[in-house]
């Protein structure tokens, strides 16, 4: 599969790595852990290509072909997964239900929760128009959203955030694991609801957001109890 790719968001953000409350209603804890001006959306991420760049009408053009040419099958998964963010999405490759596994399952819940305050004020911030927006000629998955908020995708930063930390906790299987991250991320362009760069930001973001948390030690207690859970056969 072609990809177009942008470094910028990446690296901005890997770099950071080396560096050293938002209320949910969904019973997710209320993110907190992470400093907000470390984690403001131009600290960590380059601006999205400006519309009606270059650039911008390449990625259009890029959905266009990717979705056109995608297997009927390929795009039913894919907007399968946007409808089912969730951990049990990486069950299959994990080998694990996570779903029923309480340490597991509450530190990807708080992984997630700070993961979605990060994209959401990256999101406010932007204000990026999704691409059916911009192009409605583009044929896309489902009826679209409404709202400018495409960059950076949600859903990428969800596949990487969840990817990334259980990849830490059973390298067995972190390959796997990784890979399913990124047919999930991909998905988001085969439906083309997100740009290439919106995809690759998320990656950024969720990718960021795990590490600076996995080596929390406010965390340390809560990580050890999810890898010796997730180490029992």
């Not at 942008?6 to 209603?25: E, Q, W």
């Not at 969904?26 to 993110?31: I, L, S, T, V």
């Amino acid at each position: 599969m072609m990809h177009i790719r942008y470094g910028m968001p990446v690296a901005l953000a890997l770099g950071l790595l080396a560096t050293a409350a938002v209320a949910k209603h969904d019973g997710r804890p209320a993110a907190s852990l992470l400093d907000p001006a470390a984690f403001a959306p131009t600290a960590i991420i380059a601006p999205p290509p400006a519309q009606g760049s270059v650039v911008a009408r390449q990625e259009l053009a890029y959905l266009r072909a990717l979705h056109q040419a995608a297997p009927a099958e390929r795009i039913a998964r894919a907007d399968a997964d946007g409808h089912d963010k969730g951990p049990h999405a990486f069950n299959a490759v994990t080998g694990r239900d996570l779903t029923a596994l309480p340490a597991t399952a509450a530190l990807l819940a708080r992984v997630d929760a700070e993961t979605d305050a990060v994209v959401d004020r990256a999101k406010d911030h932007f204000r990026r128009t999704r691409p059916y927006r911009t192009d409605p000629t583009l044929p896309h998955c489902g009826k679209g959203k409404g709202v400018d908020d495409s960059y950076p995708s949600g859903h990428s930063a969800f596949a990487w955030s969840t990817g990334w930390t259980l990849a830490q906790l059973m390298p067995d299987r972190a390959a796997a694991i990784l890979d399913r991250s990124r047919d999930y991320a991909e998905g988001r362009e085969i439906c083309a609801v997100h740009y290439p760069s919106d995809v690759e930001a998320g990656h950024a973001v969720g990718q960021l957001v795990a590490d600076r948390l996995l080596h929390d030690s406010r965390l340390a207690d809560q990580v050890a109890a999810a890898r010796a859970e997730l180490a029992r056969r």
